[in-house]
């Protein structure tokens, strides 16, 4: 069962920064890509960024790119997401799960989510 925690979100000032972590289970973690994903109120739940297996390849939806960078250590088991010059527009629930692509239905396991909340 592969189970996803994430971590680090927080209330921050518009132009601030957060880093958000994503602590995966299992010893499969290096063999799958992660994703980034989020859901504002009333909105549907929208891609963020994404990363390769072995983090050699990054993507990136266009209203992040430039601020935000998605790493990953295999060791820890863990995916990261660092958000930079942070917009009201980013206060979301931020999910992190497995799979590849850029849409929810190719993602097999979702974490819980932590709320970003960016204030004007």
């Known amino acids: 069962q592969v189970q996803l925690v994430e971590s680090g979100g927080g209330l921050v000032q518009a132009g601030g920064s957060l880093r958000l972590s994503c602590a995966a289970s299992?010893?499969?973690?290096?063999?799958?890509?992660m994703g980034w994903f989020r859901q504002a109120p009333g909105k549907e739940r929208e891609f963020v960024a994404r990363?390769?297996?072995?983090?050699?390849?990054?993507f990136y939806a266009d209203s992040v790119k430039g601020r935000f960078t998605i790493s990953r250590d295999n060791a820890k088991n863990t995916v990261y997401l660092q958000m930079s010059s942070l917009k009201p527009e980013d206060t979301a629930v931020y999910y992190c799960?497995?799979?590849?692509?850029?849409?929810?239905?190719?993602?097999?396991?979702w974490g819980q989510g932590t709320q970003v909340t960016v204030s004007a």
């Open positions: 799960a497995r799979g590849t692509g850029r849409y929810i239905n190719d993602y097999a396991y």
């Open positions: 299992g010893r499969t973690f290096s063999n799958y890509a």
């Open positions: 990363i390769t297996w072995n983090g050699d390849m990054t």
